[in-house]
């Protein structure tokens, strides 16, 4: 379970990000998803590279 979580946190974190932002119902919700997303692609991307740096 732990190998799968570290794998698809980025799927995890923006599924329960959508879930939770969809709830509270604000207009244009779908502008914060996006943006979110690409944070935490930019962050998993950063973390990839420094690993392959070491």
């Known amino acids: ?3 799968y979580f570290k794998e698809w ?7 329960i990000f959508s ?3 969809t709830s509270i119902e604000l207009d244009y919700w779908w502008v914060y998803i ?3 997303s690409f944070l935490i ?3 998993d991307q950063y973390f990839i590279k420094e690993k ?3």
Do not use: C, E, H
């Not at 946190?9 to 599924?15: D, E, I, L, P, R």
């Open 19 to 21: 879930g939770l932002i």
């Open 1 to 3: 379970m732990k190998k």
């Open 41 to 43: 692609f930019a962050i």
């Open 9 to 15: 946190w980025t799927a995890y974190a923006v599924g």
């Open 34 to 36: 996006l943006i979110f």
């Open 52 to 54: 392959m740096k070491k």
